[in-house]
């Protein structure tokens, strides 16, 4: 599966992006989708899933109430929806994929740029 990510940008805090994740490939055999972020300095984490089919949605606790994981199938693509953003959301932002029949986020696309400024 193959993973573009856009939708990064330059906002100021308390300001709001969306970032879009294009599958192509293998779609059918997505299991879920996932967006995670590396900010300077610091390990990759874990921000947000969806289920591909069943649309289960997972959040990190420091993005609960902020951020918002959507699909649109039909256009095999996964949206993160970021409001009231904060310095500290200041990242690459990128997006995996995890297939049928694993346990890990296998395929990632490409990061993204998110600068929160204060």
């Known amino acids: 599966v193959q993973l573009q990510a856009s939708g990064g940008g330059l906002v100021q805090a308390g300001g709001s992006l969306r970032l879009s994740c294009a599958a192509s490939g293998r779609t059918s055999s997505i299991y879920a989708l996932a967006w995670f972020r590396q900010a300077p300095g610091k390990e990759r984490e874990f921000v947000a899933s969806?289920?591909?089919?069943?649309?289960?949605?997972y959040y990190t606790d420091s993005v609960k109430g902020r951020f918002t994981i959507s699909r649109d199938n039909a256009k095999n693509t996964v949206y993160l929806q970021m409001n009231s953003l904060k310095p500290e959301d200041t990242a690459v932002y990128y997006c995996a994929a995890r297939l049928d029949g694993t346990q890990i986020y296998g395929d990632w696309g490409r990061g993204t740029q998110v600068t929160v400024s204060s």
């Open positions: 969806i289920g591909w089919s069943g649309g289960s949605r």
